[in-house]
C-alpha cells in the first residue's frame, strides 16, 4: 500500500483523484486530505477514502467539520499552519492540488517529506522552481508533473537525451475563444470565461485557459521541470487536445503523446510510477478521429504567450511576479472592475515593475509571500488607476 496525501482534494483535479482511487482501493492508504471551504464535499471524500486527518482551510469551519465527520477516527485541523503541517507527514506520494499561489508552499514542503511529489500546482514551479528542484534533489524526492501537458513531455523524455532535445512543443486546445475576434474579447464575461471546450477543470485555470494564460503559466512551468532554454519551448494550437505536447529531436524525429482529454491519465500515471494503471480513460477509436488539426497561437489576440517569455527572459523572480499578477488581474475580472483584455496590461506592466526591483537573488519562501504581496498591491493601484 501507498501512503498518499492529498491537498486541495475537494476541487477538479482531487475529484479526478478520488475516482482513480476507487478503481482499486487496497492499493492506497490516504494519510491527508485538505480542502478550502466546501466542508460537505471533504466529508464526502473523508467518508469514501478513510483518510488518517483532513484539513479545511477556515478556523472558523473547524466545528461544523468535526460535527459532519463524528463517530470517525479522523482528526480535524484548520488554518494555514495546520495544513503546512500535514505537508511534513511522511508520505510516499503527495499529490499538490490546491489552485494558486497558496499551494506553492505545501510542495516546497512535500518535497523534502514525500518519496513522490506529484505536482498539479503548476504555480509551484512558475514561482518556486529553482527553489522546487533544489529541495527535490537535497531529499531524493522523484518530481512526477500532473499538468497533462508536462506529464505527456515527461512520458516522451523517458530513456532519451536531454542535450539531444530540439524542441518542446507545448499543446493548446485555444480554449472557448479560438474563433472568437480580438474586437469582441473587450465585453466577455467571466462565465464564458469559465467555459472550456475540451476540459473539465476547475474555474480559475479554465479562465486562464481562455486568455491562454494557462498555456503562458504551461510554458514556464516546463522551462523549470526540465531545465529547458526558453528559446527551445513552443506552443502550437491544436483544438481536439487529442496530442498533449511533443518533443522534437536534433535528428528531426517528433515523439508525441496521445490520448483522450481526461486528467485520470496523467494522475494514474503520476500515483502508479514508474508502472502503469487503468485509471478507466476512454479507448481513442482512430477510424472516429478523422483529422487533427494545428495552427499557430495569434500573439496579438492572446499576448499572454509573449510575456510569458518576456518573465523566461528576465529570470530571477519574473516567475513569482507573473503569476501574481496574473491572479490579481484574474480576480479583478471575476469583480467585474476590468475587463477580459485588460488582464495582460497589468501582468506586463508588473514585469516592467520587476525590472526596477532589487530583490535580490536569494530564493526563501518570505521572498516570494513579500514579492507576491506586493505584486498583488501593484497591480490593483494601477488598474485603479488606469480604469
Ligand atoms: P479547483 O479550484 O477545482 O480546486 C482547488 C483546490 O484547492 C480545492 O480543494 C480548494 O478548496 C483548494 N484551495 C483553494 N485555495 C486554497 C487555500 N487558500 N488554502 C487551502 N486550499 C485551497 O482547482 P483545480 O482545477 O483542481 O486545479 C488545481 C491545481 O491543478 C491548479 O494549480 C491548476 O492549475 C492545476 N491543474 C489543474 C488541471 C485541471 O484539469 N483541473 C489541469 C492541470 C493543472
Ligand atoms: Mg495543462
Redesign the pocket.
Known amino acids: 500500500m501507498k501512503r498518499l496525501a492529498v491537498f ?7 475529484g479526478t483523484c478520488a475516482q482513480v482511487l476507487a478503481r482499486d482501493p487496497a492499493k492506497f492508504d490516504v494519510v491527508v486530505l ?3 471551504r ?1 466542508l460537505a464535499r471533504l466529508a464526502e471524500l473523508a467518508r469514501a477514502l478513510s483518510p488518517r486527518a483532513v484539513v479545511i ?1 477556515d478556523e472558523s469551519d473547524l466545528a461544523a467539520m468535526r460535527a459532519l465527520l463524528s463517530g470517525m477516527d479522523i482528526e480535524v485541523s484548520a488554518g494555514r499552519a495546520a ?1 503546512l503541517d500535514a505537508a511534513r507527514r511522511p508520505v510516499d506520494i503527495s499529490l499538490q ?4 499561489f ?2 506553492v508552499e505545501t510542495s516546497l514542503i512535500a518535497a523534502a517529506h514525500a518519496d513522490v511529489v506529484a505536482l ?4 509551484t514551479m512558475v514561482c518556486a522552481g529553482p527553489m522546487m528542484r533544489r529541495a527535490c534533489a537535497q531529499h531524493a524526492t522523484t518530481l512526477l508533473p ?3 501537458e508536462h506529464s505527456a513531455l515527461f512520458q516522451c523524455l523517458l530513456g532519451e537525451k536531454m542535450p539531444e532535445v530540439e524542441r518542446m512543443i507545448l499543446t493548446a486546445s485555444g480554449g472557448p475563444f479560438l474563433n472568437t475576434p480580438l474586437a469582441e474579447l473587450h465585453s466577455v464575461t467571466p462565465a464564458q470565461a469559465a467555459s472550456h471546450p475540451r ?1 473539465e ?5 479554465s479562465i486562464d485557459s481562455a486568455s491562454l494564460f494557462n498555456k503562458a503559466m504551461e510554458m514556464i512551468e516546463a522551462r523549470e521541470l526540465f531545465d529547458i532554454a526558453p528559446e527551445k519551448i513552443e506552443v502550437v494550437v491544436h483544438p481536439q487536445s487529442i496530442i498533449h505536447s511533443m518533443i522534437g529531436f536534433v535528428d528531426g524525429a517528433i515523439m508525441a503523446h496521445m490520448g483522450p482529454p481526461d ?1 485520470a491519465g496523467a494522475i494514474g500515471y503520476a500515483l502508479y510510477y514508474p508502472d502503469r494503471c487503468d485509471a478507466g480513460l476512454a479507448r481513442l477509436d482512430f477510424s472516429a478521429l478523422s483529422r487533427l488539426d494545428f495552427q499557430p497561437p495569434d500573439a496579438q489576440k492572446f499576448p499572454a504567450l509573449g510575456l510569458a517569455t518576456k518573465a523566461m527572459t528576465l529570470s530571477g523572480f519574473a516567475g513569482t511576479v507573473f503569476n501574481a499578477a496574473k491572479e490579481q488581474a484574474l480576480d479583478l475580472f471575476l469583480e467585474n472592475r476590468i475587463s477580459f483584455v485588460d488582464m495582460s496590461g497589468l501582468v506586463e506592466a508588473a514585469l516592467d515593475d520587476y525590472t526596477r526591483q532589487k530583490w535580490g537573488d536569494a530564493w526563501s519562501v518570505e521572498k516570494l509571500n513579500s514579492i507576491d504581496a506586493q505584486t498583488r498591491v501593484f497591480v490593483t493601484e494601477t488598474a485603479s488607476k488606469a480604469f
Open positions: 486541495g482534494a475537494t476541487g477538479s483535479i482531487g485538505t480542502g478550502g466546501n482551510q495544513l492540488a490546491i489552485v494558486g497558496a499551494g498539479a500546482n503548476k504555480e500532473v499538468d497533462s476540459w477543470m476547475g474555474m480559475r485555470i486528467m
